[in-house]
C-alpha cells in the first residue's frame, strides 16, 4: 500500500466516525438510513446504539488501512466480512428502538 492509499483509507475512517458523532451526540437522526420517526420509540437509544456501532467500523477501517500499509493486503477480505456483519447486525437489532 502507498502512502496515498493510507490516506484515503483513513479519510474514509474519519468520514464513518464524523457520521457517527453527527448521529450519536448532535441526535442528527436523518443521517440513519430508513429512519422514520414514527417507528421509532427510543430516539437516544437508537442514536447511541448506530453511533457506537459507527465508531466501531471507523476503527476497524483504520486498523485495515495500517495491516494494509505493512503489506497484509489479505485484510480487505476480512474487513468486507465483518463490515457486512455490522450492517446486518445494525439492521436486525435497532428494531428493538421501535414500536
Do not use: P
Not at 35 to 56: C, H, K, P, Q, T
Request: glycine share 10%; with cysteine.
Amino acid at each position: 500500500m502507498t502512502i496515498e492509499r493510507l490516506a484515503i483509507v483513513s479519510a474514509s475512517g474519519v468520514f464513518i466516525a464524523v457520521l457517527g458523532y453527527l448521529i450519536k451526540n448532535k441526535g442528527m437522526m436523518n443521517l440513519i438510513a430508513g429512519y422514520d420517526s414514527s417507528e421509532v420509540s427510543d430516539d437516544v437509544g437508537l442514536a447511541n446504539f448506530i453511533g457506537r456501532n459507527l465508531y466501531a467500523i471507523a476503527a476497524l477501517t483504520f486498523c485495515v488501512g495500517v495491516f494494509d500499509y505493512y503489506g497484509f493486503e489479505q485484510i480487505w477480505i476480512i474487513y468486507v466480512i465483518i463490515l457486512f456483519g455490522s450492517v446486518v447486525w445494525m439492521s436486525r437489532h435497532s428494531g428493538q428502538y421501535t414500536h
